[in-house]
């Protein structure tokens, strides 16, 4: 097996959110897009932080999987539904981080409680509708809900992040969980004061360069 450079950098990504603990147990999973227009994605009832290069499981570019390996996590469906309707997506992470999963089962979206809620592509980071794991049904809300965005919350479930590759994925899902527990602890004191419209806006208008060295 040759150790091609997505797969490093997804077992990487896989043991950074292990050491994170951003995901109880083997619930956390992530994937890669590859050069030929295939993914890699982790194995299922795989735990992050022991991940091993040979345990990343190929689905081909038709959506095929090759039997004679692990099999995938029972999430790919909405990693492949990402990858098809966001071209620019190159790495996806989806994990059932504390906060993110504690406002997902409230159905709630985080709202512009802080600038920082920009990180995701918008004015608040959403929460597509509820439907069972590993379901087509879920991987179309999930994707819907990813329109104009690069991460959600997904109800009674967790969360889900993408970005150019799977190591911005991941930094997006921590930035995510960050937030979520913010707007939490907001809550629980009288509720965050929230940006108005054109905050957001301006914030969205310079965010573009946010740390873009010369
Ligand atoms: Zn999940």
Redesign the pocket.
């Known amino acids: 097996m040759v150790l091609s450079k997505e797969r490093a950098q997804l077992v990487a990504t896989l043991h950074d959110m292990g050491s994170a603990q951003l995901s109880p147990g083997a619930?956390?999973?992530a994937s890669v897009k590859t050069a030929d227009g295939g993914i890699l994605i982790s194995a299922t009832g795989q735990v992050a932080a022991n991940a091993r290069p040979a345990d990343l499981v190929y689905i081909n570019p038709d959506g095929h999987i090759d039997e004679r390996q692990l099999k995938p996590s029972s999430?790919w469906r909405m990693h492949w539904q990402i990858y098809q309707d966001h071209p620019d997506a190159g790495g996806v992470v989806?994990?059932?981080s504390r906060y993110a999963t504690v406002l997902a089962c409230q159905r709630r979206e985080i709202p512009a409680f802080h600038y920082m809620v920009a990180v995701a592509g918008g004015d608040s980071i959403p929460c597509a509708p509820y439907a069972l794991?590993g379901s087509q049904e879920l991987s179309l809300l999930v994707s819907h809900a990813l329109q104009n965005r690069k991460a959600c919350l997904?109800a009674n479930?967790?969360q889900i992040a993408y970005g150019s590759d799977p190591v911005k994925a991941l930094a997006l899902a921590k930035e995510v969980e960050a937030l979520a527990a913010n707007y939490f602890f907001s809550l629980q004191n009288g509720g965050p004061t929230l940006l108005s419209e054109q905050e957001m806006n301006d914030v969205l208008a310079q965010y573009v360069n946010y740390g873009r060295q010369k």
């Open positions: 619930s956390g999973n999430e989806h994990c059932h794991y997904l479930h967790g």
